[in-house]
């Protein structure tokens, strides 16, 4: 009998102790694990981590820990329970030694640096492989042209050199090379991917249509706290900027639409426009919560970061990706991913007002068929076990 393969896999689950946080990184070591995976869970990424009661950053990662340590139980996951390492500001370490983590880093097959969550010490590098995931395509690649023309700040220039230490890159930019995709290119060769969807976590979950909340909601931040990417002298932005455009939305739409915002948004006026507000934290402060506010949807509704847009770089919402799993349908901006994933039922995508209105309406003749046809469009393209076995052939091969 051959050994399982090893496999590592970094996250912000703890840093950033949020539901859809949490779903986004952890259901990398899960899906793993139920391809008979040896899977470590390691996060070291050097930073203070988030309070999200207090709303600022702390230095001791204690609570941080402890709610890493009861969610993990919470999965009901046997072994997943123990197989978790974490490292606070302070240097600080909870969950296997580092001993422990540096043996296993050691053997590995893999190493999976999703989203540069990782401070890449020596030691994670003694793996087989060192991956790279990117889930924030054109933010990662924008250094790229003044890299390669040497006019590259020193911060800049050693986050590539990082980069170039991995042996293959991962981005979630599915359309990147394509003739309109607008990413930089060069010192790089990026294969694309997309979120692994445990799916079976996320049936459990499902609330039947005729039970669920006539309203479309969504769980987002109004502006990311970095900068928007500057490319070859265009400046790109993040959510708000998008936002702007469908203001009025919420006036034309048939059904109400909810929204959960962090980071400031412009609440008086999102009101005046019909927006229904309700607190980011109230809906996301666990991943449990967070999984019940969204199977209660009639459906989301969100825009996209102005970068993805402007790319036409094919990105998809990893909370999206958690909807069409609980059978909710998605009404979601356009950012080119039409072009791998089946849009028209169970999925819409839009560019302008009239059509995120339009989308709505056809949701509303037919919920249970659009309930459906999300259900399988998960199935098909968001499966963890699809998704991470071809992400493992790739980089292994």
Request: contains cysteine.
């Amino acid at each position: 009998m051959t050994n399982p393969l090893r496999i590592a896999v970094t996250g912000l689950a703890a840093t950033y102790p949020l539901g859809g946080v949490f779903w986004d990184y952890i259901q990398y070591p899960l899906g793993l694990r139920r391809l008979g995976v040896d899977v470590l869970y390691i996060e070291d990424t050097g930073k203070w981590c988030y309070d999200p009661v207090a709303a600022t950053f702390v230095e001791d990662g204690t609570r941080n820990a402890a709610y890493l340590a009861e969610q993990m139980a919470m999965l009901g996951e046997g072994d997943m329970v123990d197989r978790w390492f974490f490292r606070d500001a302070t240097e600080k370490t909870y969950g296997l030694r580092w001993d422990q983590v540096v043996g296993f880093c050691s053997t590995a097959d893999l190493f999976l640096n999703i989203s540069a969550s990782c401070w890449m010490r020596d030691e994670y590098y003694r793996a087989h492989r060192v991956a790279f995931i990117d889930s924030d395509p054109m933010y990662t690649q924008a250094s790229v042209p003044d890299y390669l023309s040497g006019s590259i700040d020193d911060a800049a220039r050693a986050r590539v050199d990082m980069l170039k230490e991995h042996d293959v890159f991962f981005t979630f930019a599915e359309n990147i090379g394509m003739r309109d995709c607008r990413i930089p290119l060069g010192l790089f060769d990026w294969i694309p991917t997309r979120q692994p969807i445990v799916l079976d976590y996320f049936r459990e979950a499902t609330v039947p249509v005729a039970d669920r909340r006539r309203v479309l909601t969504t769980v987002a931040s109004w502006e990311p706290t970095e900068d928007g990417p500057k490319i070859e002298g265009v400046a790109y932005r993040g959510k708000s900027a998008e936002f702007e455009r469908f203001i009025s939305l919420a006036s034309q739409s048939v059904l109400p639409l909810e929204i959960a915002l962090s980071g400031r948004p412009p609440s008086d006026r999102l009101r005046a426009h019909n927006w229904k507000l309700v607190d980011p934290l109230a809906v996301s402060q666990d991943p449990w919560i967070y999984r019940d506010y969204l199977a209660h949807s009639f459906a989301e509704w969100s825009v996209a970061k102005n970068a993805y847009v402007a790319s036409c770089s094919g990105w998809f919402s990893c909370r999206t990706a958690c909807y069409l799993a609980l059978g909710v349908p998605a009404v979601v901006q356009d950012t080119g991913f039409g072009k791998v994933i089946p849009t028209g039922d169970g999925l819409f995508a839009f560019k302008t007002v009239e059509e995120a209105a339009d989308a709505i309406e056809k949701l509303l003749c037919d919920p249970y068929k659009h309930a459906r046809s999300a259900r399988e469009l998960a199935s098909e393209f968001f499966d963890s076990g699809r998704v991470l076995t071809q992400l493992i052939n790739k980089a292994l091969g």
